[in-house]
Every structure is written in structure tokens, then in C-alpha cells.
């Protein structure tokens, strides 16, 4: 049984840094795209960013652009969301997710029914 474990959040400042990690164990990691998507109390989750299985393609919400970076190890099986120059807005709970569909490169989802397994939250705070 595939699980995902996010950790890496925490309390940070305005236009800190902070990279968040997640982790699967129990199944294939390396054959399936991922994502990370957000969510604030009381709105919807929300697509950040994805990567291809091989990491080639990236694909970002227009919000993050040029402030978050999405990458991949897949010997560590460990997806990576480098969030740069943070803002208050952007505090929120950042789930990873793993792609249904197999070996998705070329075409990676942004939409919440594309990925089948979620981790539980990690809570990501920028506030002064």
C-alpha cells in the first residue's frame, strides 16, 4: 500500500525559504508523476505544482511561478517543493499526491481527480 509523508513545514518570515519534502514508501514512486496542491481553511485545495515521472516536465500554478521549485529523487523516492520569497498568502497546508495514471510525463495533472494517494499535510506558515 503506497503512503506519502510530507514534512519539512513550519513558521517562517516573510521572503524566507523553506523546502518541503515528501516521501513515498510501499509501492512504485519512480513510474508516476506527483504534485503538491494546498489548502487554507474554508477554501478549496488548490493545484501548486507537478512533475513528470523522470522529472523533465514541471508544470506550476501561474502564483508560484518563478518563487517555487518542484523537483524529484527517485532513487530517495522523494518528491521536493522548494518555496522561495514566501508570503503571507501562501500559508496554507501543502499536500503531495501521486499521479493514477502511470508513467504520465508529458502531460502532468493539475486537477485534484488526476492523483489517487494523498499525504496528510504539512502546514507551511509565513507570517511576521
Known amino acids: 500500500q503506497v503512503q506519502l509523508v510530507e514534512s519539512g513545514g513550519g513558521l517562517v518570515q516573510p521572503g524566507d525559504s523553506l523546502r518541503v519534502s515528501c516521501t513515498t514508501t510501499g509501492g512504485t514512486f519512480s513510474n508516476y508523476a506527483m504534485g503538491w496542491f494546498r489548502q487554507t481553511p474554508g477554501k478549496e485545495r488548490e493545484f501548486v505544482a507537478a512533475?513528470?515521472?523522470?522529472?523533465?516536465?514541471?508544470t506550476y500554478a501561474d502564483f508560484v511561478k518563478g518563487r517555487f521549485t518542484i523537483s524529484r529523487d527517485n532513487a530517495k523516492n522523494t518528491v521536493y517543493l522548494q518555496m522561495n520569497s514566501l508570503k503571507p498568502e501562501d500559508t496554507a497546508v501543502y499536500y503531495c499526491a501521486k499521479d493514477r495514471t502511470f508513467g504520465r510525463e508529458w502531460s502532468v495533472g493539475r486537477l485534484e481527480y488526476e492523483y489517487d494517494t494523498w499525504g496528510q499535510g504539512t502546514q507551511v506558515t509565513v507570517s511576521s
Open positions: 512533475i513528470g515521472w523522470s522529472g523533465v516536465t514541471t
